[in-house]
């Protein structure tokens, strides 16, 4: 896999600009080469502060946003019109500021959607779109070019939380209950595909992050710190603020 970049930033806000800028421009280029884009969202507020600064950026129209397709790395398994729904805020934020084409916003289905409250035939849904948008039979899923991804302070990324067994499931896509985080019931994607994409970009600010973002970056047990475990094909990057890398050894801290 690839040695991880590590980004830091004053704050939150800062951080935000970083990200949004560094997604237009890679968005552009691919598209420059021909290529429709495949981004993978996360959720929390610090990706809500990348979405708002993405749709106010001065340069978003160099991409056309129409062929982008935005997948998301988890799900809680709620009411589509809850406000723990990460489409729902990366709609607000977002996805409802641009000229997106709807067909290619490819949500998990919610608690009271197609598959009504059965939670894993929701998982096996998603798992069969991502199927069918890869470009292989052999392959569960596309190779998505850009994933982003959260950490919490515990260690955890999507819906991956330490010593649980959906770490290990050799499925693409799986439930998650009884979830250490509320909303306890959610839909994720698993370690498999978080560890294909091309570019893994992570993004976290605030001190409460500081050890967790230490113990992934350099190398914990998977088992304690799942955020430990994905990294992109080709690219790595860790997006900071200052009180995130606070704990990062000096060598790593890069500006």
Same mark, same amino acid.
């Given at each position: 896999?690839?040695?991880?970049?590590?980004?830091?930033?004053?704050?939150?806000?800062?951080?935000?600009?970083?990200?949004?800028?560094?997604?237009?421009?890679?968005?552009?280029?691919?598209?420059?080469?021909?290529?429709?884009?495949?981004?993978?969202?996360?959720?929390?507020?610090?990706?809500?502060?990348?979405?708002?600064?993405?749709?106010?950026?001065?340069?978003?129209?160099?991409?056309?946003?129409?062929?982008?397709?935005?997948?998301?790395?988890?799900?809680?398994?709620?009411?589509?019109?809850?406000?723990?729904?990460?489409?729902?805020?990366?709609?607000?934020?977002?996805?409802?500021?641009?000229?997106?084409?709807?067909?290619?916003?490819?949500?998990?289905?919610?608690?009271?959607?197609?598959?009504?409250?059965? #939670?894993? *035939?929701?998982?096996?849904?998603?798992?069969?779109?991502?199927? +069918?948008?890869?470009? @292989? $039979?052999? /392959? %569960?899923? &596309?190779?998505?070019?850009?994933?982003?991804?959260?950490?919490?302070?515990?260690?955890?990324?999507?819906?991956?939380?330490?010593?649980?067994?959906?770490?290990?499931?050799?499925?693409?896509?799986?439930?998650?209950?009884?979830?250490?985080?509320?909303?306890?019931?959610?839909?994720?994607?698993?370690?498999?595909?978080?560890?294909?994409?091309?570019?893994?970009?992570? #993004?976290? *600010?605030?001190?409460?992050?500081?050890?967790?973002?230490?113990? +992934?970056?350099?190398? @914990? $047990?998977? /088992? %304690?710190? &799942?955020?430990?475990?994905?990294?992109?094909?080709?690219?790595?990057?860790?997006?900071?603020?200052?009180?995130?890398?606070?704990?990062?050894?000096?060598?790593?801290?890069?500006?």
């Amino acid at each position: 896999m690839t040695e991880p970049e590590i980004s830091t930033h004053p704050g939150p806000d800062e951080l935000a600009d970083a990200v949004a800028a560094r997604l237009v421009e890679r968005l552009a280029d691919l598209q420059r080469r021909g290529r429709v884009p495949s981004v993978v969202l996360t959720g929390g507020s610090i990706a809500v502060k990348i979405h708002e600064a993405v749709a106010r950026a001065t340069d978003r129209d160099s991409v056309d946003w129409g062929r982008v397709d935005f997948w998301f790395g988890d799900e809680r398994f709620v009411p589509a019109d809850s406000p723990d729904r990460n489409v729902g805020q990366a709609r607000a934020a977002m996805l409802d500021r641009l000229p997106v084409d709807p067909a290619r916003v490819h949500e998990i289905a919610p608690s009271d959607g197609e598959y009504a409250d059965d #939670v894993d *035939a929701a998982a096996a849904g998603y798992a069969d779109r991502l199927r +069918a948008a890869s470009a @292989s $039979d052999e /392959d %569960a899923t &596309p190779r998505f070019d850009v994933l982003m991804l959260g950490i919490g302070p515990d260690g955890h990324c999507a819906s991956l939380f330490p010593g649980r067994r959906e770490m290990y499931d050799e499925r693409a896509v799986v439930a998650v209950r009884d979830s250490p985080k509320p909303p306890p019931t959610r839909v994720t994607l698993t370690m498999a595909p978080l560890r294909r994409a091309s570019e893994v970009w992570w #993004v976290a *600010a605030g001190d409460e992050k500081a050890q967790a973002v230490h113990d +992934a970056v350099t190398g @914990s $047990d998977l /088992d %304690a710190v &799942p955020a430990a475990g994905p990294e992109g094909v080709e690219r790595t990057v860790w997006f900071l603020d200052e009180a995130a890398a606070s704990r990062l050894p000096a060598g790593w801290v890069r500006r």
